[in-house]
């Protein structure tokens, strides 16, 4: 049996991600393929529980390191039990968020070392990475204001300006880096512009 692919969708808030990513599936599943999705942090019951560690509001300050082992435990779960299993059977997975994300956030944003967190990867998934990553872009300003609108914010939502203006660079200095594998995409357009990009992007990989 032919191995499924891998598509992952980046970016920081507001970027419109859900809403790709079910416009992403409903062009795969209108070609006959079986479709798995997922999420990061998240994606099985453990790891679901390990994003609420993540996103909720706390007392205590998290540190860096930690909330970066949590994003590599959810990552295991969810490559072990949901993606994997799914590739290997020959469905193509959907996943909102990957280890792009670790680097962005926790290298970009927190400035934890670029070389721990490829070492964390290359622990949690040695031999797996995206076949295509569609990066969702917009300037901070239009992110976050988007992301404001749709209600109450978890904990690395209100981080602070700066922050996601390093999330972002790091994202862009990513897809620079490797542009066979992402396909950026203007966020800032409106969204039949948007779903034109990632179609084509698409086409490219079918």
């Known amino acids: 049996m032919e191995r499924g692919r891998f598509i992952t969708i980046e970016g920081i808030e507001g970027v419109g991600k859900s809403t790709n990513m079910a416009y992403l599936v409903e062009l795969l599943e209108a070609r006959g393929i079986t479709v798995v999705q997922t999420r990061e942090p998240g994606g099985t019951p453990l790891a679901e529980d390990?994003?609420?560690?993540?996103?909720?509001?706390?007392?205590?300050?998290m540190c860096e390191i930690t909330e970066s082992l949590l994003m590599f435990a959810a990552r295991a779960q969810n490559v072990a039990n949901v993606i994997e299993p799914a590739l290997a059977a020959g469905k193509w997975v959907v996943c909102d968020r990957f280890t792009d994300a670790s680097r962005a956030y926790q290298g970009g944003g927190r400035g934890l070392p670029m070389t721990t967190i490829e070492q964390l990867a290359a622990w949690v998934h040695p031999d797996l990475e995206p076949d295509l990553t569609f990066l969702l872009d917009a300037p901070v300003e239009l992110g976050m204001g988007r992301a404001g609108d749709r209600g109450e914010t978890d904990r690395i939502e209100t981080e602070k300006h700066e922050f996601f203006v390093r999330v972002r660079n790091t994202y862009l200095e990513l897809a620079d880096e490797d542009p066979e594998r992402?396909?950026?995409?203007?966020?800032?357009?409106?969204l039949d512009d948007v779903k034109a990009a990632v179609q084509k992007a698409l086409n490219v990989l079918l």
């Open 50 to 61: 390990i994003r609420a560690l993540l996103l909720e509001h706390r007392d205590e300050n």
């Open 182 to 190: 992402f396909a950026v995409i203007d966020a800032s357009q409106g």
